[in-house]
């Protein structure tokens, strides 16, 4: 059974940071595009960012270009993604989720995604 599991959410003041952490097996780490999605309380859920180990760019939201970071740990098999500058409008659940192979230009459309987490809360207040 694939296992994807958040890790890092809280609650931080406008222009603080946060990192999230997702954890998976070697497996799906190294053959599938990774990536993190965000829904808040209303609205539709959306991609943020997603990598491919195997090759490949980091692709990135507009919005979060710039503040946030996606980055992977290989000897742990976790995708990190660092967030700077937080502003109130980032609060929502953050999910991880995994599609086969290469993220490519559809890499937000959630609708590929194979895996997902269960989501971690991060709210952030003005």
């Known amino acids: 059974q694939v296992q994807l599991v958040e890790s890092g959410g809280g609650s931080v003041q406008a222009g603080g940071s946060l990192r999230l952490s997702c954890r998976t097996s070697?497996?799906?780490?190294?053959?599938?595009?990774m990536a993190w999605f965000r829904q808040a309380p209303g609205k539709e859920r959306e991609g943020v960012a997603a990598v491919y180990t195997g090759a490949g760019p980091a692709y990135y939201a507009d919005s979060v270009k710039g503040r946030f970071t996606i980055s992977q740990d290989n000897a742990k098999s976790t995708l990190d993604l660092q967030m700077n500058s937080l502003k109130p409008e980032d609060t929502a659940t953050f999910y991880c989720?995994?599609?086969?192979?290469?993220?490519?230009?559809?890499?937000?459309?959630?609708?590929?995604?194979?895996?997902w987490g269960q989501g971690t809360q991060v709210t952030v207040s003005s």
């Open positions: 070697k497996y799906i780490y190294s053959r599938y595009c």
């Open positions: 989720a995994a599609k086969w192979r290469g993220c490519g230009g559809t890499w937000s459309n959630l609708a590929e995604y194979d895996y």
